[in-house]
Structure formats: C-alpha cells, structure tokens
C-alpha cells in the first residue's frame, strides 16, 4: 500500500476526495456507503498496511481547511440563517433544528462537523493539495497527488473544492488608482465599518443585492450591474431544471460555467421588496472607469465614493490540476456528467450544474457510482437506495 516517488513515501488510496464541502461530504458519505474503507494511516508500520486495508476499496477524503464547515467558515456573521439561500440537508443526516437568527457559519460548521462525525468518515486536515498529475502514460494507471502533507497516489481522485477561494476580481481602467477602499465579497465582515462612507456595489448576484440590503441600513449606497437583473416572483421546478441544463450544456461544451444562480435570476424576497421601497435596488448601468475619488458613470457623469464592493462571484478552484491539461480550447472542461470526458479517472462534484447544494449531493452520489464502474470493483456493495 506504499509507493517510493523521489525517495519519499506516498500514501495510497483507491478514491482519494479532494475538499469537505458540500459535495465532498456527499462524495465521502456514498464511498463509505457502497463499502470503501478509510486508507491506512501514513504512521502505521509498512507491514501493517495491506493487512490493515485487507481486499475492500480505500478512500481518503483531504481538506484544506483548518476545521469543518468548507466555505461556510468564511462567511460574514451577518449572514444568518434566516437570509441564506437555502441550504438542503447532507445525504442520510439531516439538518437539526435551525434557529433562523444565528450565524449560518456557526450553525453550518457545526452541522458539517457532527455529520462528519455521525457517518465516520475519514477527513484529514488541514492538507491542500498543490498537484495532481498522471504517474505514466497508461489511461488505466494512478494519479499521483502532491499535497502540503507528502504524496498520495489514486485509481481516482473526486474534486470538490469548490470556489470560495477563487473569487473574481474584473480589471477596469484606473481601478489602481483608486484612493478609496476595494474588496470583494469574500472579504466582507460587516456593514458597520463603512458607516458614514459611500458604498458602490458591483454585481448582480444574491450576494450583491444582500449586501446592498443590509449596507444601505447603515450608509448611502450605488447599484451598478453590466445588465439588468432578471426578477423572478418565485423559483418552481421546472424554472430549476430549465437553470440547470443550460449549465450543463455550457460543460459538456467545454465552456467555462454559468453559476446556476445566475442562470435562475434573483428571487423577490420580502428583505429585498422592502429595500425597492426604500430605494436601493435602483440600478445603474457599469461605469466606464474608476478614478481616484470615485467612478466615471456611462453617461460621462462622476460619482464619488469611498468603498467599491465587488460582489462579481467566484471561479473554480482547480489550479491543482493543471497537470492533467484538462482545459480545452473554449477555456472549460467538458464533461460528462459529474465525469471529465477526456480522464475518466477524475470528477468535478459541486462544478457548474452541480454547484447548488442540492446539485451538490446528487454529484457526490453520481460520482461514485461511475467510479464503481471504472474500478471494476467486485468487493464493493450495491447501492442500498
């Protein structure tokens, strides 16, 4: 159950899950439940592996975070419960009572951390993977996985590292030049610490007509949006599937994703009608270029300002498999499935049509599944659905 790559030794898996989100959860929970056991510890003696994995299939499941809860831990306290997009329940354990008023990284984190827990899966961490690449040239052969915490080698790897850590920043002329204060999302904390500033917000996302809801309640603020947001009264079915083929479309052409989100449009919300009471969500058109005071409107006009927001969402995260070349020449990488089509041996879980929470769990299931089919695998047990 070892492998020797440039004199160090390399821990072996048969399924190795990169990420515990969502959908590495997901993932973990249905490896576990179709009989993988959880690979031998790195410290126990070499003679002692094999015996230890004895004939069943092995996975690990490697995060990067400091504790559970994935991209939840980040969120800003203000994000409550009552507000978040909905959340759904990790497959087999549901959600406990929810109080609507805390934190969703609190009640979220501790959730990922009980579950985690309850259905014995094997998390390490904190370990970020830094590559994943082909150990030869067999189409049949391991992957070999470069982390922060020595080497793996796997028949597959499940990517489920989301996009949190990717946040999109667009370049705009004279952006550096600006005296004020810019950060994205992802590093928003409060709204309280722009009191007595103006605020713009960029995006036409959930998150940046949130945000602007709760900003404008301490301070002025500007809307500005490359289109015109697509309001929806309410969101049913056949509106989720619509959304969600278009996004799949996008992948098996190879192209990069559309967010699911932004394929369904915003959602009136009784927080947000009250916000267009009060004037907040009045759009404007995107500004031409940013100046040191302020913006240069499409109009030719100048707005001042203090702060600039970039609420402009999130890509990806999959510079650690750059290895592999796995993008095509329309910038994505086509899929086939949860599955990329040009290396059956990876998975891409809660990856454009699969990046709600909903999709999120369906992925992890899906991926496992055709992960069976590839490893042949007589000692792994049918799906008990």
């Given at each position: 159950?070892?492998?020797?790559?440039?004199?160090?030794?390399?821990?072996?898996?048969?399924?190795?899950?990169?990420?515990?989100?969502?959908?590495?959860?997901?993932?973990?929970?249905?490896?576990?439940?179709?009989?993988?056991?959880?690979?031998?510890?790195?410290?126990?003696?070499?003679?002692?592996?094999?015996?230890a994995a004895g004939p069943g299939l092995t996975y690990a499941v490697l995060d990067a975070e400091d504790g559970p809860g994935g991209a939840w831990r980040h969120r800003w306290k203000t994000l409550?419960?009552?507000?978040?997009?909905?959340?759904?329940?990790?497959?087999?354990?549901?959600?406990?009572?929810?109080?609507?008023?805390?934190?969703?990284?609190?009640?979220?984190?501790?959730?990922?951390?009980?579950?985690e827990q309850q259905a014995g899966l094997a998390?390490?961490?904190?370990?970020?993977?830094?590559?994943?690449?082909?150990?030869?040239?067999?189409?049949?052969?391991?992957?070999?996985?470069?982390?922060?915490d020595g080497g793996w080698t796997a028949r597959a790897v499940i990517n489920a590292t989301g996009t949190w850590?990717?946040?999109?920043w667009p370049i705009y002329p004279g952006q550096f030049t600006f005296t004020g204060r810019q950060l994205h999302v992802a590093d928003y904390v409060s709204a309280e610490e722009f009191r007595g500033l103006h605020v713009i917000v960029v995006g036409g996302g959930i998150s940046a007509v949130g945000l602007l809801d709760e900003i404008s309640k301490i301070t002025s603020t500007s809307w500005f949006t490359r289109r015109e947001p697509e309001w929806r009264e309410g969101f049913d079915r056949q509106a989720g599937h619509d959304a969600v083929a278009l996004v799949?479309?996008?992948?098996?052409?190879?192209?990069?994703?559309?967010?699911?989100?932004?394929?369904?449009?915003?959602?009136?919300?009784?927080?947000?009608?009250?916000?267009?009471?009060r004037g907040v969500l009045e759009r404007r058109p995107m500004f031409t270029s940013i100046e040191p005071g302020g913006v240069r409107l499409a109009d030719g006009g100048f707005l001042a300002a203090d702060v600039i927001l970039w609420a402009t969402g999130f890509r990806a995260e999959l510079e650690h498999l750059a290895p592999l070349h796995l993008r095509g020449p329309g910038g994505g990488i086509a899929m086939e499935g949860t599955r990329v089509a040009a290396e059956p041996r990876v998975h891409l879980v809660g990856y454009g049509p699969?990046?709600?929470?909903?999709?999120?769990?369906?992925?992890?299931?899906?991926?496992?599944t055709e992960i069976l089919t590839l490893l042949?695998?007589?000692?792994?047990?049918p799906d008990p659905r």
């Open positions: 159950m070892e492998r020797i790559f440039s004199g160090g030794t390399v821990r072996s898996a048969d399924v190795v899950v990169i990420g515990a989100g969502q959908a590495g959860l997901s993932a973990a929970f249905h490896l576990v439940r179709r009989g993988f056991l959880p690979a031998p510890a790195a410290e126990q003696p070499a003679e002692e592996l094999a015996a409550l419960m009552a507000t978040v997009n909905g959340i759904s329940d990790l497959p087999g354990i549901p959600q406990p009572d929810v109080d609507p008023s805390e934190p969703s990284s609190a009640f979220l984190s501790r959730y990922f951390a009980a579950y998390v390490e961490r904190p370990v970020k993977v830094l590559a994943v690449e082909r150990e030869d040239a067999d189409p049949a052969g391991r992957l070999k996985i470069t982390t922060s850590t990717r946040p999109f799949e479309e996008r992948v098996r052409q190879g192209l990069p994703p559309q967010s699911v989100v932004a394929a369904t449009g915003l959602i009136w919300t009784p927080a947000l009608r009250a916000a267009a009471a699969s990046s709600s929470t909903i999709g999120a769990n369906r992925s992890g299931r899906a991926a496992v042949a695998a007589p000692a792994a047990v």
